[in-house]
């Protein structure tokens, strides 16, 4: 049997109905995942900040890598609520979206580890921003504005790490060995970091939460 074959008007109707399906679907889960990850983010952030300004050894460095082990972990303890909203090709291109954004962040670690620069602004930089272009593309994409707000925001606070790396080298430039408060300034990139993350992730999750509670009740 051979099948009809959509006009303008219908494929038009389609999409927007596949759109509205996945942006729901998205929204019903979406405050677990931000809050997991960006306190997740938050915490580990602050916890090197701490251990930094108070002379700890390099190896503390190390404990990055908990943002991915604990995020993880706690998406496994927390699972999402399953959504009565069907998947869509939507769904497969939002996926796609986080998956490139994932794996960028792979050659992006590499480029600065061998280059010297794994713990100064360029990496801090380029995850947020790649994390803030990953939430602003899928808030295009399925017209939520949760997701694009705080992904715009974050790609604009992303070049405040431009601005904290002009301060810091006009500041200590004829310093050829910076001083105590030369070496607390050095790690502001970290609390820029966090910030980033406050505003890109766990606001919009608690907002995405509460619209979610008013909507069940």
Request: proline share 4%; aromatic share 12%.
């Amino acid at each position: 049997m051979e099948e009809r074959k959509l006009d303008a008007q219908e494929s038009i109707e389609l999409i927007t109905r596949m759109i509205r399906n996945t942006r729901r679907r998205l929204e019903h889960n979406a405050g677990r995942p931000f809050l997991v990850w960006g306190y997740t983010t938050v915490a580990i952030s602050l916890f090197n900040y701490l251990m930094r300004i108070n002379g700890a050894d390099p190896e503390w460095s190390l404990s990055w890598f908990l943002i991915p082990a604990l995020g993880v972990v706690l998406m496994r303890l927390f699972p999402a609520k399953k959504s009565t909203e069907p998947r869509t090709e939507i769904d497969r291109i939002v996926n796609a979206l986080w998956l490139v954004c994932s794996l960028a962040l792979i050659p992006i670690f590499v480029i600065c580890l061998f280059h010297g620069w794994l713990y100064r602004t360029s990496l801090f930089m380029m995850i947020a921003l790649t994390m803030a272009i990953g939430t602003a593309a899928t808030g295009l994409i399925v017209r939520s504005k949760v997701y694009a707000v705080s992904g715009l925001l974050g790609m604009a606070l992303s070049t405040l790490f431009a601005f904290n790396d002009f301060a810091m080298k006009s500041r200590f430039a004829s310093q050829a060995v910076p001083g105590q408060e030369g070496f607390v300034a050095l790690h502001n990139e970290i609390l820029i970091f966090a910030a980033i993350f406050v505003v890109m992730m766990i606001i919009p999750g608690h907002i995405i939460n509460y619209q979610n509670r008013r909507e069940t009740k």
